[in-house]
């Protein structure tokens, strides 16, 4: 898991990632060539956990 800043065009979400892993921690993650598509369902997504969270007063 990791905190997007950016990939995906996302920030402040945690989300599992793939990832060079270092001793330190998350060296850097690898952002997959996502069709349009694939970006708008990743979104969507995204906005009904933020959506749900928010309902919950957990952000």
């Known amino acids: 898991m990791a905190i997007l800043e950016g990939e995906y065009g996302e920030h402040g979400v945690y989300v599992g990632v793939q ?3 270092h001793s330190d921690g ?3 993650m690898i952002e997959l060539n996502l069709s349009g598509d694939e ?3 990743l979104a969507a997504s995204w906005g009904v956990i933020r ?3 928010e309902k919950l007063k957990l952000v």
């Open 19 to 21: 990832g060079i892993i």
């Open 26 to 28: 998350i060296l850097e």
């Open 39 to 41: 970006r708008g369902r």
């Open 51 to 53: 959506s749900n969270l």
